[in-house]
């Protein structure tokens, strides 16, 4: 029995032309021997790590959208995407990480029995379910489900929250190594001016509960029952792209984030679990005709069923906001117990948008009753 092992994936470009991502069948011991099944594919990718340089250097890559008939002139464009392990350099050899286990793997094309809903939505005592074959994949921790972060529980019992948490983070350890990234996205309106841009820094996510169910509903074409779930250290959206002065700031600090500090915005301690479909509400990709007669895709999140009457709930935390910098002397809002009044210490102070305990955002029991969204010309 071998195992796939992907070593490195550099991606200078995108679409235009892709690295080929080297790789090795390599023996399994006999306790993954043992713990192999046969069912589905599932992929351990070890040292993963994609990397392009900045936009408008030598080995950067961009995907750009036209955003009307005339080429050049009005667009949106992706470019500098990076993954790699947390508290490496991107692009380097020591960068790449370790996402699944042979126990967790990235795993596709189980082949499993399901019972999808077939009656009325709209009749409450109308609960008929039918048999199908749905085909799942899952990312590393699919079985691990989201920790309750709330202000509440954190208040309740802080020691008992915090051993939580410690354990939440050791079993997401065990199936991935923590990885950072970058993007960044432009906006070009009349071929030359810069209306937006964006550029993106995230540090330190893992998934977890993360899977899909892909199946046939009739008269809906392709259905997707699953969900995602991602944890964040930190997320940081810059408007301006990084300086000398900047770039030198970065170094002094240890700070990942090379973008000047009063144009960021970070969150820290992000926890997003969403549910994208159930077998009860899938959600579909299917194609409708407008009233022209042209073809649009559709996205649908079918209703709720009556008789099921609550969806599964989607939750999101977010511990922390910092506008520019952590300690922004601004956003003081008094002086902790036992610190001197006129202290040089910044961590002598409270900050708005940064609670000692609990969560500055909590958007909790989100559920979607019916969702539809279909493609139009402009």
């Known amino acids: 029995m071998k195992k796939l092992v992907l070593h490195y994936i550099n991606l200078p470009f ?87 286990t042979v126990d967790n793997p990235v795993f596709l094309g189980d082949l499993r029995a399901a019972e999808v809903f077939t009656g009325n939505a709209n009749d409450i005592t109308d609960s008929t379910v039918s048999v199908t074959s749905v085909m799942r994949s899952e990312f590393p921790g699919a079985n691990l489900t989201q920790l309750d972060r709330s202000t509440k529980r954190q208040k309740a019992n802080l020691a008992g929250y915090l051993e939580a948490a ?32 964006a550029v993106i820094d995230i540090e330190g996510f893992r998934f977890y509960g993360t899977y899909s169910d892909i199946f046939a509903t009739a008269g809906h074409g392709v259905s997707i029952a699953g969900a995602t779930g991602v944890y964040i250290d930190e997320l940081t959206i810059s408007t301006a792209l990084p ?82 910098e952590q300690y922004n002397s601004e956003l003081r809002t008094g002086l902790r117990d036992g610190a001197i009044s006129g202290s040089t210490n910044p961590e002598d102070y409270h900050y708005a948008f940064q609670p000692d305990v609990g969560n500055t955002l909590e958007i909790r029991g989100m559920e979607v009753q019916h969702l539809r969204i279909t493609t139009m010309d402009i």
């Open 14 to 100: 995108l679409l235009g032309a892709l690295s080929i991502p080297s790789y090795a069948l390599e023996a399994m011991d006999d306790s993954e021997l043992s713990s192999t099944t046969g069912e589905g594919i599932g992929v351990i990718v070890d040292n993963l790590s994609i990397h392009s340089e900045d936009k408008g250097t030598p080995g950067d890559f961009e995907i750009v959208l036209d955003l009307s008939d005339t080429p050049n002139q009005d667009q949106f464009i992706f470019s500098e995407l990076r993954i790699h392990k947390t508290g490496t350099v991107s692009g380097t050899a020591e960068s790449g990480g370790n996402f699944g």
């Open 166 to 197: 410690a354990n939440f983070e050791a079993d997401l350890a065990q199936v991935s190594d923590k990885f950072t990234a970058h993007v960044r996205f432009d906006d070009l309106i009349g071929g030359t001016s810069n209306n937006f841009r």
């Open 243 to 324: 300086t000398v002065a900047s770039n030198q700031a970065a170094v002094d600090n240890n700070d990942y984030v090379t973008t000047p500090v009063d144009s960021r915005l970070t969150f820290s301690g992000i926890d997003i679990y969403t549910t994208l479909g159930t077998y009860d509400q899938p959600l579909t990709l299917d194609n409708v005709k407008d009233e022209a007669g042209n073809n649009q895709l559709q996205i649908e999140i079918s209703p709720l069923p009556a008789s099921v009457g609550i969806a599964p709930k989607s939750n999101i935390f977010v511990k922390s906001i910092y506008f520019g």
